[in-house]
């Protein structure tokens, strides 16, 4: 299993949300490409960069920044996400060296944009559902819509995404513990590859998702619990691929 540290890009710096909320930040960084030097330099196998500005402004907004990173680290996998709204943005991410582009809001509010998505990049794109209470959100966290999380998924998994993130907006960045109860649901009702996120606070939520890993859960995204000391990255990557 991966632990995925998270880079969220806000203003040009490294910083981390309290359930998605832009005016509760605390920077981290104010460079996030050495941020990202720092977890390469620990063994990252895979890093989260998400424009959060981006995010609320639905078009790239910190995309100089994250091209920097994904050309200064072209040996780890980059995953991208935050206002990606159409192919060229896409394109632009994935010339610049990304592995993956996240979708989020327009997987939402236009479904077959996935669908196309997944015809031109294959194997590239993976979705993010973001949810509260098993409804999805949309718009940087601040619009609740009325789509189920399973629901969607199920439709992505036949569209061909490669993951899915699944993120509990009410726990991301509260240092609370992750919703493995909803995080396995979803990933028995799919074969797609699930990927958790929001509340990792320690290697206990570690522990509790390598023991359910095998229902399809490849992989961890962890930001505030790093930043704030509760989760030691090498720990954390060590417990995670221990047999």
Same mark, same amino acid.
């Given at each position: 299993?991966? $632990?995925?540290?998270?880079?969220?890009?806000?203003?040009?710096?490294?910083?981390?949300?309290?359930?998605?909320?832009?005016?509760?930040?605390?920077?981290?960084?104010?460079?996030?490409?050495?941020?990202?030097?720092?977890?390469?330099?620990?063994?990252?196998?895979?890093?989260?960069?998400?424009?959060?500005?981006?995010?609320?402004?639905?078009?790239?907004?910190?995309?100089?920044?994250?091209?920097?990173?994904?050309?200064?680290?072209?040996?780890?996998?980059?995953?991208?996400?935050?206002?990606?709204?159409?192919?060229?943005?896409?394109?632009?991410?994935?010339?610049?060296?990304?592995?993956?582009?996240?979708?989020?809001?327009?997987?939402?509010?236009?479904?077959?944009?996935?669908?196309?998505?997944?015809?031109?990049?294959?194997?590239?794109?993976?979705?993010?559902?973001?949810?509260?209470?098993?409804? $999805?959100? +949309?718009?940087?966290?601040?619009?609740?819509?009325?789509?189920?999380?399973?629901?969607?998924?199920?439709?992505?998994?036949?569209?061909?995404?490669?993951?899915?993130?699944?993120?509990?907006?009410?726990?991301?960045?509260?240092?609370?513990? $992750?919703?493995?109860? @909803?995080?396995?649901?979803? @990933?028995? @009702?799919?074969?797609?590859? +699930?990927?958790?996120?929001?509340? +990792?606070?320690?290697?206990?939520?570690?522990?509790?998702?390598?023991?359910?890993?095998?229902?399809?859960?490849?992989?961890?995204?962890?930001?505030?619990?790093?930043?704030?000391?509760?989760?030691?990255?090498?720990?954390?990557?060590?417990? @995670?691929?221990?047999?």
């Amino acid at each position: 299993m991966l $632990v995925i540290p998270a880079i969220d890009i806000k203003n040009g710096r490294c910083v981390r949300l309290e359930q998605g909320r832009m005016d509760k930040d605390t920077v981290y960084s104010e460079d996030p490409r050495e941020m990202a030097g720092r977890w390469v330099e620990a063994g990252a196998r895979r890093l989260h960069l998400v424009d959060l500005d981006g995010a609320v402004e639905g078009r790239p907004v910190n995309a100089g920044v994250i091209h920097e990173i994904c050309e200064a680290f072209p040996e780890v996998p980059v995953q991208v996400g935050g206002g990606i709204r159409d192919e060229e943005a896409m394109q632009d991410y994935l010339d610049a060296g990304a592995s993956y582009v996240i979708i989020g809001t327009k997987a939402v509010t236009a479904p077959h944009f996935v669908e196309d998505a997944c015809l031109e990049f294959p194997g590239h794109i993976i979705v993010g559902l973001d949810a509260r209470d098993g409804k $999805v959100a +949309i718009d940087g966290w601040s619009k609740l819509s009325h789509h189920d999380v399973i629901d969607l998924a199920q439709r992505f998994e036949m569209n061909g995404v490669a993951a899915i993130i699944y993120t509990d907006i009410s726990r991301d960045g509260m240092l609370s513990g $992750v919703n493995i109860e @909803a995080t396995v649901k979803l @990933a028995q @009702a799919v074969t797609t590859p +699930i990927i958790a996120s929001g509340g +990792i606070t320690d290697l206990e939520d570690i522990r509790a998702l390598r023991e359910v890993q095998d229902e399809g859960i490849i992989g961890v995204i962890t930001g505030r619990a790093l930043y704030e000391g509760t989760l030691d990255f090498a720990e954390a990557q060590r417990l @995670a691929e221990d047999d």
